[in-house]
């Protein structure tokens, strides 16, 4: 689960720390609040893409820190420790997430996992499917195939048949790709062949590995702190010659070691006699102290720093090198160890190109076997859960306010096999008893698409490996009895997994076992988003707002009702 969200400098939010509980949490406040500001934060740990506009106005940087429990996903766990990020669970099974935004620099733009330094490649690996987002857009994905056979794979728990057919499929794509490349360079094989070894001994000269990126990274930071050098050195060596001139000709004269052991020795016989000469001795002693330490500290901080002259030339070369390749071959740092492996396979095909020819031929002939007997064995187990789905969300459909709501999974075969195998699915739907099921694209509304896609999520979520939800306004079109359905499907999710919602519903608020307010403030000319945990009379206060009033008498009492009912629904 999320455990806390801490930002600062991002958007509106000068610095914030949220603390996250086990089951549903609910965000209300004004429209305009900056309630969107909790999924872009939220996001941004999962590894989406920065944006400068997300740097607070007057700022040059802005920091977004999430702490996760991994107690329930030993897996991800096991990836931390595969991947060197030293995870023991230290600290009951926490992980630290923490990415910096800059508008200054696109390579300060920096992300760190239990604080040390990450790509937001490995963040997306980690944790992007760690909470599901469902927003108003999501309404526009009901209408897609291919996310309603994701679904179906999720409730049917097709996760390793799914897995097995991907192989096989990549395995497939790649095999004819290969004999198509082989055949068309035949013709040019010589000249192929010599730009082809030209371009994997450059790539290898250059010592292209799968860690290129991470290396990048380092040496970007080393660079930063070798051409602070020389000031670093010149500002210790300041501080070291006022404590002690005969470390440096900078100074002449006693330094303050010098004065502060003049002061004591002067003191020393005198404090059995004088009480308050004798405290005095004793700071002016503990000063000294001080005073050494930090002599030490500073002669560290000097012998610290590389002064060899030629490792900022050396390392500026290295990032020149790279960068060179990258715009060689029109690509990613993270790219370039593909293109050399692309270029060793390559070279052995054209090398044994007879040889070659057959054998992946026969390497495609077996593929294709696989693929078919994959494929089958997907679409078996999707049609038999199909029925089972369709029944499931009818009913919760139904009981969301929409009493003759009928589904039906439209299943076939096609010729083509894509990433997900070969079904072809449309979900037909009606609305009205004795209305024929069409396509749900071009019949279902918006306020239907919302219960329709909430009923899923109820169906899902105790088969889903996701960890969170965080539904984003999903409640549009709602009121009345159907709104207290709602808050009550969420509060169920939340029994398995946890649930952040933003919501404009009071019944839906009501439901949560935590409760933030979002209310954009201004003082003098800053404007800025504040986000407060509500609790007691505050809480009914703004259940009330929600309601229609928060000086209204009845409001409030309705408030305190719903919140007082919750726990017997």
């Known amino acids: 689960m999320l455990v806390e969200l801490h930002v600062k400098n991002f958007a509106l939010v000068e610095n ?17 609040a900056g309630k969107s500001l909790l999924l872009n934060a939220v996001t941004l740990l999962l ?76 963040l997306q690996e980690l944790l992007g499917d760690w909470i599901e987002i469902s927003g108003q857009h999501e309404f526009l994905r009901l209408n897609k195939d291919s996310y309603l056979l994701d679904v179906l794979d999720q409730y049917s728990r097709n996760h390793s048949l799914l897995k097995d057919y991907q192989a096989f499929y990549t395995q497939h794509k790649d095999l004819e790709n290969r004999l198509k490349t082989l055949q068309s360079n035949n013709q040019d094989k010589s000249s192929l062949l010599d730009l082809k070894r030209f371009q994997l001994e450059e ?15 380092n040496l970007i930071s080393s660079q930063e702190k070798l051409k602070s050098k020389e000031s670093i050195l010149e500002a210790a060596q300041v501080a070291l010659s006022t404590l002690d001139p005969q470390i440096s000709d900078l100074e002449d004269g006693a330094g303050a070691m010098e004065l502060l052991k003049k002061a004591a020795n002067s003191l020393r016989e005198f404090t059995q006699l004088d009480g308050p000469l004798s ?14 330490d930090a002599k030490a500290h500073l002669e560290e901080s000097g012998s610290g720093l590389d002064n060899d002259p030629k490792s900022l030339e050396k390392i500026e070369s290295r990032i ?36 070659k020819i057959v054998e992946l031929q026969k390497q495609l002939k ?98 889903s490996e996701v960890c969170a939800y965080l539904f984003d306004e999903i409640d549009t079109g709602i009121g009345g009895e159907t709104a207290q359905t709602v808050g009550l499907r969420l509060r169920e999710i939340a029994e398995d997994s946890q649930v952040i919602v933003v919501t404009h519903l009071p019944q839906v608020a009501a439901m949560a076992s935590d409760h933030f307010l979002i209310e954009k403030q201004t003082k003098g000319s800053q404007t800025s ?38 726990s017997s629904k």
């Open 203 to 217: 790539l290898c000269k250059a010592k292209v590995t799968g860690s290129l990126e991470l290396e990048l990274e």
């Open 366 to 463: 077996l593929s294709l076997k696989n693929l078919n007997t994959s494929a089958d064995n997907l679409f078996i187990s999707r049609k038999s859960h199909a029925a089972k789905l369709e029944t499931l969300w009818q009913k919760g459909v139904r009981e969301l306010g929409i009493p003759k709501a009928s589904f039906e999974f439209a299943l076939s075969k096609g010729e083509d096999f894509g990433p997900r195998g070969n079904t072809q699915l449309e979900l037909l739907f009606s609305a009205n008893h004795g209305s024929k099921a069409r396509p749900i694209k071009q019949v279902a509304s918006g306020g239907e698409l919302s219960r329709i896609l909430l009923a899923l999520k109820h169906i899902v979520s105790n088969k």
């Open 279 to 292: 405290k005095a001795f004793e700071l002016i002693e503990s000063a000294r102290s001080s005073l050494l």
């Open 47 to 122: 590894g989406s893409k920065a944006q400068k506009d997300m740097v607070r106005d007057g700022q040059t940087s802005a920091l977004v820190e999430g702490v996760f429990n991994l107690a329930s996903d030993p897996s991800r766990a096991k990836w931390l420790d595969e991947n060197g990020f030293n995870f023991e669970g230290d600290d009951g099974n926490l992980l630290v997430v923490k990415r910096e935004l800059s508008v200054t620099s696109k390579s300060k733009n920096r992300i760190w996992i239990q604080g040390m330094a990450a790509t937001r490649h490995q």
């Open 320 to 355: 020149s090198t790279i960068n060179r390749l990258k715009r060689k071959f029109r690509c990613d740092v993270n790219e370039l160890f593909e293109i050399r492996l692309s270029l060793e396979r390559d070279l052995e095909d054209l090398e044994n190109y007879d040889a």
């Open 16 to 32: 914030k720390c949220i603390q996250f509980s086990k089951g549903m949490t609910a965000f209300t406040g004004e429209t305009g």
């Open 529 to 566: 988003t504040e986000i407060c945990e509500l609790k007691g009379k505050d809480r009914e206060k703004e259940i009330a707002r929600m309601l229609g009033s928060s000086k209204s008498k009845a409001a409030t009492t309705l408030a305190k009702e719903m919140l007082k009912g919750k």
